[in-house]
């Protein structure tokens, strides 16, 4: 981790030598124009009527993911909602004051207190006490992957042995073979953090991604164990190669999506922060463009407290080292198409 820090630290200091540079990136967002974590069109207006207090656009949100069998869409919504009732849980309690039965509420019940148990010095003894709520979320629709997905996360907390593990990931992918959600799970199960190294990592993300459906998000657990080999300081024996073909595999897939897309933008950043470390900086700028206005959390919250000042900073070396290395006719060529840069 401190290797890393010292890498962004060098990075952000030509940043800052070369900040007065002319506008050189034609196609990014301005600095202010940036958006961290922003709702998709379906997920804002619950979160907006959250906000009054009000959980019924909610609770029809994720009925409609349950009964579509939209699974990807739900975790991703249940992920976010939770994060709103850890803030305030008077409006989760109200809904399940008046619906105590509901999955949708109870699996926001789960993955809140999972989150909240994460957060304990004592978080092993924690999470195994809300283990029941975990069990009555799953319990309240078999089908639905998601609260599997929450026991993953809790196992890992738990300490669960691999034998634990695998048949809780063979509960979650008979409801869902191909949900990214648990797959990351799994993956971070596996990671050298945990209780794996990286050679086991790398090894069940390329063999997931192999499998994966075309345009699946699955496709992108390689550079999701390249981003955790990296962040460890990339010490350990991974061959090079096997991180750049992490990224060529991301690319690819993220060429399938359209410029300035919500639902790969996560990836997209993650992809970003890799093609950086490899010092990749023109296909570090393309992912930049791709990204739009989408900035996330992960991975720039794991550089430091201001994530959206991480992308910002990046992205602005990621553009300078970039045109650096492009030969003068073509980046004159750049000016000249109207673009800016701020």
């Given amino acids: 981790m401190d290797r890393t820090m010292s890498f962004v630290r060098a990075l952000m200091g030509t940043k800052r030598m ?36 009000e959980y019924e656009p909610a609770a029809k949100l994720l ?16 992920l976010r909602l939770a994060a709103f ?25 789960a993955e809140l207190a999972v989150r909240r148990a994460w957060e304990s010095p004592a978080r092993a003894e924690r999470l195994r006490e809300i283990g029941p709520l975990i069990t009555a979320a799953a319990d309240a629709d078999p089908r639905d992957p998601v609260p599997w997905r929450i026991a993953l996360d809790h196992a890992r907390g738990t300490h669960a042995t ?21 797959h990351v799970a799994a993956l971070q199960y596996l990671s050298a953090q945990w209780y794996g190294s990286h050679s086991e990592c790398f090894d069940f993300a390329e063999e997931a991604a192999q499998d994966a459906l075309p345009g699946s998000l699955i496709q992108a657990l390689p550079v999701r164990a390249a981003f955790a080999y990296l962040l460890n300081g ?28 919500a639902w790969p933008a996560e990836v997209r950043n993650l992809l970003a922060y890799v093609l950086i470390r490899r010092e990749r900086w023109a296909d570090a700028l393309e992912q ?9 959390s992960f991975p720039w919250a794991q550089l430091g407290d201001d994530p959206l000042r991480r992308v910002l900073e990046l992205r602005d070396t990621a553009c300078i080292r970039a045109a650096a290395s492009t030969p003068l006719g073509q980046a004159a060529g750049r000016r000249r198409s109207g673009g800016h840069y701020a």
């Avoid at 691999?162 to 648990?182: I, N, P």
């Fill in 18 to 53: 070369l900040r007065q540079q002319p506008p050189l990136a034609p196609g990014l967002p301005a600095d202010d124009e940036m958006l961290l974590d922003a709702p998709d069109e379906r997920l804002a207006p619950a979160l907006v009527a959250a906000a009054l207090g």
């Fill in 63 to 78: 009925a409609t993911t349950r009964d579509a069998a939209e699974w990807e869409n739900r975790d991703r919504y249940v």
């Fill in 85 to 109: 009732a850890h803030s305030r849980h008077e409006w989760l309690a109200d809904w399940l004051g008046a619906l105590p039965e509901d999955p949708d509420a109870l699996v926001l019940k």
């Fill in 162 to 182: 691999h034998t634990a593990f695998e048949d809780l990931w063979e509960q979650a992918v008979r409801r869902s073979s191909h949900h990214y959600g648990c």
């Fill in 234 to 261: 990339g010490r350990l024996a991974v061959a090079t190669d096997r991180i750049d073909a992490a990224a060529d595999l991301a690319i690819a897939l993220s060429a399938g999506y359209e410029v300035g897309d």
């Fill in 288 to 296: 930049f463009r791709l990204i739009g206005p989408y900035a996330t």
